[in-house]
């Protein structure tokens, strides 16, 4: 069975650019959910998206969004980058809430 | 904020068991315990999950006292391959994985 998978793995992206990461779940799971993980600040919940809403939410700014397709893969978006958003962003997916299968994450730089 | 605290690093020798024991005073009456294992520069990996007791797979054992305001993951004789970082967290079977700083397991030969 084929794992999550996240493209792209690596970007390098300007100050002030906007950004879309893509992830496609394990087939039959119809969450998933993403997370940035940076060295300061840890992992931290972005949102997650069942049955293409958003069902949670974490504490980010209005600049990082996402969305669900009606095959359940998923992008998030984040407009006018700034230099604290490189960071490895990961997405997850799961049939049963508590047990997430995570990406290999998409590596941002943002100079 | 993580409901959770952790040693911030351990060391072992291949061979030995670990035990990696978590906090969580504050524990709810809903939320289960859950165990992640993350390698560098990859995602973070299911291990274990339990609400009481023991709880055993092929990776590692969960033990839980009654009160529930600790847990402890025990890993049986470690390998190198078995460094890493070991989160624990307390979660209502939601979605929202809130994840503290972890455990890095160093094992060395």
């Known amino acids: 069975k084929a794992g999550v998978t996240q493209t792209p793995r690596y970007l390098i992206k300007t100050r002030g650019q906007q950004v879309t990461l893509s992830c496609s779940p394990i087939?039959?799971?119809?969450?998933v959910s993403w997370y940035q993980q940076t060295p300061g600040q840890g992992l931290q919940f972005l949102f997650e998206?069942?049955?293409?809403?958003?069902?949670n939410k974490g504490n980010f700014p209005g600049r990082f969004s996402g969305r669900q397709f009606s095959n359940s893969r998923s992008e998030m978006n984040v407009s006018t980058l700034e230099l604290g958003d490189s960071a490895l962003y990961l997405c997850?997916?799961?049939?049963?809430?508590?047990?997430?299968?995570f990406g290999p994450g998409t590596r941002l730089t943002v100079t | 904020l993580a409901k959770t605290t952790q040693p911030i690093s351990m060391d072992s020798y291949e061979g030995q068991e670990v035990n990696i024991t978590c906090s969580h005073n504050?524990?709810?009456?809903?939320?289960?315990i859950t165990w992640y294992q993350q390698f560098p520069s990859q995602g973070p990996r299911f291990i274990i999950q339990?609400?009481?007791t023991k709880v055993t797979n092929e990776v590692a054992s969960l033990f839980i006292p009654a009160d529930r305001k600790s847990s402890t993951l025990s890993l049986p004789r470690v390998s190198l391959s078995d460094t890493a970082v070991y989160y624990c967290l307390v979660d209502q079977a939601g979605t929202a994985l809130i994840f503290g700083k972890g455990t890095t397991l160093s094992v060395s030969s």
């Open positions: 087939s039959g799971h119809r969450s």
């Open positions: 339990g609400y009481k």
């Open positions: 504050n524990i709810a009456t809903n939320d289960y």
């Open positions: 997850a997916s799961s049939k049963v809430a508590y047990e997430q299968y």
């Open positions: 998206y069942f049955s293409e809403t958003q069902r």
